[in-house]
């Protein structure tokens, strides 16, 4: 699986995230200097102040890349190293410093690849308008002038900027990222803005002499749910208008007016609605479309989106309004992105076909996987990745080089020291350098020039083999005595037979434990205080006395869902109980996409005995001589088979979801003796429906229905009706989740009902 001869290796690098020395040889403070100074920004309270410390250790770190036989670099310059006040007198000594790692690299035989904007605007003319000011777009052309005049002569590939999707929309609309602004008019401003500046930049190094000129873009295939499976399924009108539009605000946006000149008009008509168009002037898009030799391509996972009415917009998506962003099912990295490699073939074939003879390169690939030195992880991460790039070359895309994102761990933006993108492990504390496993995997392919054909097993691959979860084998891999003999017997078959060398995932699946489950009330639902009092009471009972801490978390909104599954993708807790509501939600699906044991109520591990209660009232109606009994239905699946079970009883009884229908012509022969009503909430509006219509409950009319809820209790009459036994419900549920924690197979619990015959039934004259 060889790559074609002069294909590039190497890896990418952001100055704010590895250089420090914030304040030395006269650099300016920057947009992210004042962001990560400021309370509660980086989630771990820390800043970029001294980063890896590479504008004093840049030669030991140039050794390192000659050591794994990188034949490229790319770097980025800091603004406001080189322009402390974003324009005006140029500071040599910033200048100096890039001047050093430049000949430091070419001594190695590395090329130096110079990327102008990696983010860091500096913070003197973000006082000044920053980028949604035009004249910011001005001010980096003449910064790319003062770079290319001492550097020019060494550096032949210029790309202008970073990913402008990720600093207009996380840095102006969702406030995330530097400098934290919140306005959707001065997102697309601003990405209208550095689309310029980039223009203007590649006019100037044109002009200057630059050989090979591009940009770098975060770019992603947006599919449904079902393309991740198939790319060739059809879509319904509305899924097609969501793609379409999620692909015209994050690619598209930036894609058309660089390589075509235009932007899409369906992104026109978002824009316009957001902020206008007069920042658009006559000839900007002339500009933007200045010819580029290499695009460069930074793909981490594809965006999974489908159509939902009413839905509010993303913040970094301004026109993103009745979107779902959905959860992708499978692995993840430790930031709980997917792991998609086949993504990287449809978006390097998608640009391939859209602009036929544009050289492109992957300019950012990697993941975080936690810190440690061994991290086969990381390993599988970017070889699958190097395959998918490879399978497009085979289809003919011009495909010039794989640059890996990152050499080193490094300050992450908004998340600190936390995440560990790095071939080579740092320890902040020492500044030590230490390769990882996926460096020296690294050095061998590039080496090769390729890959090995056979890919290496996985954790996924040995689970598939032996029929068992991933993490029953992460817990044969790590010894652990709670799985039953036979089971391991299977995986150790399976590990043996494909060669399976234990990864980092394997060891950590279930040894990463916080000691903390999370009680998810989904609600609403009908009737369910007593079930939501009894949940909560028993199963904290429980857990608490098995050790572990209970979370109780309320999820009732999209952005509480977002909070819990975030949760469960971050590994925050080890396991976790849901209570859905009584209407379909798709929070059940996407927790169960994760690999945090999840216990539900409702099925299909713990759930009463729906039909069985609705073929008890049937039964009971019966008895009491009902001929003409009808079913009042509601939402849910629970209602679905309480009518299944009635209907085995009575399956010549009407269904309908209008109580007033059923009871309306006190007078008509058809109008039913009986309903059973699928809740106790609506068995209250048929007694009071037939309060109305002067109908005797129950001498005209026998109503039963389903919970036995408070209320139902003290009606007149009260109300017939199935209980539920909610401490046995409460307690199985606790039970099941420990069962799945412990590693043993959870099995089904269907609980048995009662019919709980009141005055509503029966009564003297009954």
Known sequence: MRFPDGFVWGVSSSAYQIEGAAAEDGRGPSIWDTFSHAPGRIADGSTGDEACDHYHRHAEDVGLMKGLGLRAYRFSVSWSRVLPDGAGKVNAAGLDFYERLTDDLLGQGIAPYATLYHWDLPQALEDRGGWPSRDTAERFAGYAAAVHERLGDRVDTWFTINEPWVASFLGYAAGTHAPGRRSAAEAFRSAHHMLLAHGLAAGVLREAGARRIGVALNLSPVLTPGQLGDQDQELTPEDAGAVSRIDALLNRQFLDPMLRGSYPPELLEVVERHAGLDHVRDGDLDLIARPIDVLGVNYYAPHVVQAQPSRPGEPAFPGSEGVLFAATPGPATAMG??????????????????????????????????????????????????????????????????????????????????????????????????????????????????????????????????????????????????????????????????????????????????????????????????????????????????????????????????????QAEGRHVDGMILLPPDHPDPLAERLAATDVPLVLLGGPVVAVDEAGGGAAVGRHLRELGCARPAVLTGPGAAAGERVRGFLEVFPEAEVSGDAGRLLAGRLNPMRPDAVFAVTDALALEVLGIAREVGLRVPEDLAVAGFGDGEAGRHTLPALTTVAVPVTDLALALARSLLSALDGQPVAPSVLPVRLEVRGSTVSGGR
């Not at 460096?439 to 032996?466: D, H, K, M, Q, S």
């Open 337 to 566: 992105w997917p792991i998609v490699p086949s993504g990287l073939t449809v978006l390097l074939r998608r640009l391939a076909a859209d602009h036929p003879g544009l050289d492109l390169m992957v300019t950012e690939n990697g993941a975080d996987f936690g810190d440690g030195s061994r991290d086969a992880d990381r390993v599988a991460f970017i070889e699958a990745h190097v395959r998918a790039a490879h399978a497009a070359i085979s289809d003919g895309v011009r495909l010039r080089g794989f640059l890996a994102w990152t050499l080193m761990d490094n300050f992450e933006w908004a998340d600190g020291y936390r995440r560990k993108f790095g071939l080579v492990h740092v320890d902040f504390a020492t500044q030590r350098r230490t390769e990882r496993d996926s460096a020296r995997w690294f050095r061998e392919v590039i080496a090769r020039n390729g890959l090995p054909a056979a890919p290496r097993p996985t954790l996924e691959t040995v689970a598939a083999r032996a029929g068992v979860s991933r993490a029953t084998v992460s817990r044969v891999v790590n010894g652990e005595a709670s799985v039953r003999p036979e089971v391991r017997a299977r995986v150790q078959a399976a590990v043996e037979e494909l060669g399976y060398v234990p990864n980092q995932a394997a060891r950590s699946l279930v040894t990463r434990r916080t000691g903390t489950v999370a009680l998810v009330l989904s609600g609403p639902r009908h009737d369910n205080a007593a079930l939501v009092s009894a949940v909560v009471q028993y199963v904290t009972s429980v857990l608490e006395a098995s050790g572990r801490q209970v979370r109780l978390m309320l999820a009732d909104s999209e952005r509480s869902h977002r909070r819990v599954l975030a």
